[in-house]
Each structure stands twice: as structure tokens, then as C-alpha cells.
């Protein structure tokens, strides 16, 4: 799985200077105060506890430590340090594991905080053979497109049942789709699918358009070099209705497309895997 780098940020506040008023001159009233805008400290918290959350990924840190991308339900994803979390008797060493649901607290002010506390919370199946792979997926997803402290927990929640629906031996192929279109929808890059974006008028079931990565989807050309979905196709997705042959298979190649461009063209290394294996 790909590493990413901590952004940095940081945020400053004004302060307005208060001038007193001159002896015998009558104070005017005074003016209601401003709310102060969120510092950046009170945005990330001093201390979180008990929030529901996945491990996305991990990676060694010195000697005996991690850092874990951890996907929560209201802080979004978050980069926490577990201390001494690859020591053989260390309590997290069995506990940070991809795909358990997990109740997290931390500590810190900065983008990379101290993890204190890790408990698995149980009530899902785990992830099998094609199911692993297709989970590995989605956390590469996940950790390639959600900007760091920024909460999604509709997604979070979509992202739950879409595990569930894995591990239940729900087709691959539609689970992922339906996955695959929240995310874009939740990171605020989907275009609606219903209309054209040239004359605003409802797609036609009987016409073939492209999608424009940034617009949405419009008339055919004969000189477009994107993939060409029937609007049959794009209704069926905003629907969510998969079932028939020719929607799962233009939608696979439209949602590898849409995410090719969203992602600037960076490889999706799980995604490759289970095209060798099964075409998804």
C-alpha cells in the first residue's frame, strides 16, 4: 500500500486593539462581540475517546512503534503514532488490524497524534480471498482520496456496510461500483449523471454520451477519446441499479476512467491485482 505525507497547516488569529475613551466623553455602546472562528487546535482536539474507527494502513516507525492511518467516523482520517505497538506483548500489537472495527482514543494537538487506546469491537465477518483483496481496495481509495481531518461519516457508514456486503459474498463488482460512486460523491467530485451539462436537458436511455471528468456527462463526439456509456448506463448508477450486463460493464470501465482522473493519474496497485484475477 502507498505511504502518504502529513500536510501541514497551520492557521493564525487578529486580535483588535481596544482603544479606552477620553475623560468626560460618554462611552459609546458597546459592540456586540464576534464569535472567534475555530483555531486549528480546537478543531483537532486535545483528546478524543471511544471513536469508532478502521485501520487503513500502517507502517514502522523506529524501533518498536507505528504510524496508522486510521478512517474514523467523525474526525475523517487521522494519522496517530501507537507507540510500542511492535513489541511481542504490547496490547495493540493484535489489535491494529485492517477491517475490525475498532473504539480509538487519542491525544495531541498536530496533525500526527498519540494513539492511547485501541479495542476491537467485533460484529463483523472477516474478509476472505477475493473479499480481502476487494477491502484492500477500497482502504487504498480511502487513503489516495480523503483529505487528512476532514469527517466523511456518511462514507464512514457506507464503508461499514460495504465490508458487510463483502463478507457476505455479495457480487464484487456491484459493491465496489456503488462504493466507488459515494466516495466521489462525498468528496464533492461526482457530477450528476442525470443531465446533460450543455442543454441541462434529462439523459435519454437510447442515447450514447461521454462524462466529463469535471462537468458531467453530455452527446457523444466522434473525436472523444473517453469511454461512451449508454444513458441507460448512467441512470442505472445513479439508481444503483446494477443488475443488468451491460451497466456493470460500461460502469467499470466510466468509474476506472473517473477515478484515473481524479486520482492525477496515480496507480491504484490493489486495483491492478483483481483485474488480473477476476476482471473487476
Avoid at 507507540?83 to 504490547?90: C, F, L, Q, V
Wanted: net charge positive.
Amino acid at each position: 500500500m502507498s505511504t502518504t505525507t502529513l500536510d501541514a497547516d497551520a492557521e493564525s488569529a487578529t486580535q483588535q486593539a481596544v482603544v479606552p475613551a477620553q475623560a468626560g466623553t460618554p462611552s459609546p455602546p458597546a459592540a456586540p462581540k464576534r464569535p472567534r472562528a475555530p483555531s486549528r487546535e480546537r478543531t483537532f482536539g486535545t483528546k478524543v475517546a471511544g471513536q469508532p474507527a478502521f485501520v487503513l494502513h500502517s507502517y514502522p516507525y523506529k524501533e518498536t512503534s507505528l504510524i496508522i492511518d486510521l478512517f474514523t467516523r467523525d474526525f475523517g482520517r487521522v494519522a496517530l503514532i501507537a507507540k510500542g505497538a511492535k513489541r511481542p506483548h504490547s496490547q495493540l500489537r493484535g489489535v491494529l488490524q485492517t477491517f475490525q472495527p475498532l473504539s480509538s482514543s487519542w491525544v495531541g494537538k498536530s496533525e500526527l497524534r498519540t494513539l492511547t487506546e485501541a479495542e476491537w469491537v467485533g460484529g463483523m465477518l472477516p474478509l476472505e480471498k477475493t473479499a480481502l483483496l476487494c477491502g484492500f481496495y477500497l482502504n487504498e481509495l480511502l487513503v489516495k482520496l480523503l483529505a487528512r481531518d476532514d469527517a466523511h461519516p456518511r462514507l464512514f457508514d457506507h464503508y461499514v456496510a460495504t465490508l458487510n456486503q463483502l463478507a457476505h459474498h455479495e457480487p464484487a463488482p456491484i459493491v465496489l461500483r456503488k462504493f466507488e460512486r459515494a466516495l466521489l460523491k462525498e468528496t464533492g467530485v461526482a457530477a450528476e449523471l442525470t443531465r446533460c451539462t450543455d442543454t441541462r436537458r434529462a439523459v435519454q436511455a437510447d442515447v450514447v454520451y461521454v462524462v466529463d471528468p469535471e462537468r458531467g456527462p453530455r452527446p457523444e463526439r466522434a473525436a472523444d477519446p473517453w469511454p461512451r456509456v449508454a444513458g441507460k448506463t448512467l441512470l442505472d448508477m445513479e439508481r444503483e441499479d446494477y443488475q443488468d450486463a451491460a451497466t456493470q460493464a460500461q460502469s467499470k470501465q466510466l468509474m476506472r476512467f473517473l477515478l484515473a482522473h481524479h486520482l492525477g493519474g496515480a496507480p491504484l496497485n490493489t486495483r491492478q491485482i483483481l483485474i488480473d484475477l477476476m476482471q473487476l
